[in-house]
């Protein structure tokens, strides 16, 4: 079991930065890849990032602008959000996948923490 927690949302204005970080538990976080997904009202769960060992990968729409980092050490990794846009908005998802293959479909991930809320005002 890998219990993941979210944490730095909050509310930006547009142009601005947030960090978002995800600590996991357990001993072998090193050998998972990581994702952030996120999820706008009345809309499905969406892919923006995720990492593993040998690289990361980004959806288009966050693409120059977001960067995904992990820390094995700490068991933590982190998004960082800048010139962050009010479609941005949305809450954010951090997922576990068991293997190192870095996934876009929500489906592929086995463990997700509890989201944290990221609001960008015009």
């Known amino acids: 079991q890998v219990l993941l927690v979210e944490s730095g949302g909050g509310l930006v204005q547009a142009g601005g930065s947030l960090r978002l970080s995800c600590a996991a538990s357990g001993r072998t976080f090193s050998s998972y890849a990581m994702g952030w997904f996120r999820q706008a009202p009345g809309k499905e769960r969406e892919f923006v990032a995720a990492?593993?060992?040998?690289?990361?990968r980004y959806a288009d729409s966050v693409k120059g602008r977001f960067t995904i980092s992990r820390d094995n050490a700490k068991n933590t990794v982190y998004l960082q959000m800048n010139s962050l846009k009010p479609e941005d908005t949305a809450v954010y998802y951090c997922a576990a996948r068991t293997t190192q293959a870095m996934g876009v479909h929500p489906s592929l991930y086995d463990y997700w923490g509890q989201g944290t809320q990221v609001t960008v005002s015009s």
């Open positions: 990492i593993n060992w040998s690289g990361m």
